[in-house]
């Protein structure tokens, strides 16, 4: 029982002087990233057309019945009226 009056003392010392440690080198600007940002601009971002960022950035109940063309339909709401008006 008397080791942990020796231990946890150490113990806590250890902690404290590791938590110290680590606050001083993250204001000193050891952890500060240098390359990232000067690479950042190297990358290609996916590039949308603006109509379709437009589309993207409104949830589907924004959406009016203008906006969908007849590509924007699965075959299965294809009805034969639709290929009589296509001709």
Do not use: E, F, N, W
């Not at 990232?36 to 379709?52: E, G, K, Y």
């Amino acid at each position: 029982m008397s080791v942990i009056y020796i231990a946890l003392p150490i113990a806590i010392a250890l902690g404290a002087a590791g938590l110290i440690a680590c606050v001083y080198c993250i204001r000193g600007g050891q952890y500060d990233d240098m390359d990232t940002p000067a690479m950042r601009m190297l990358i290609d971002d996916r590039s949308l057309p603006d109509d379709d960022r437009d589309k993207a950035d409104r949830s589907p109940a924004d959406h009016s019945p203008a906006d969908h063309s007849p590509a924007d339909h699965s075959p299965a709401d294809h009805s034969p009226a639709d290929d009589q008006a296509a001709s």
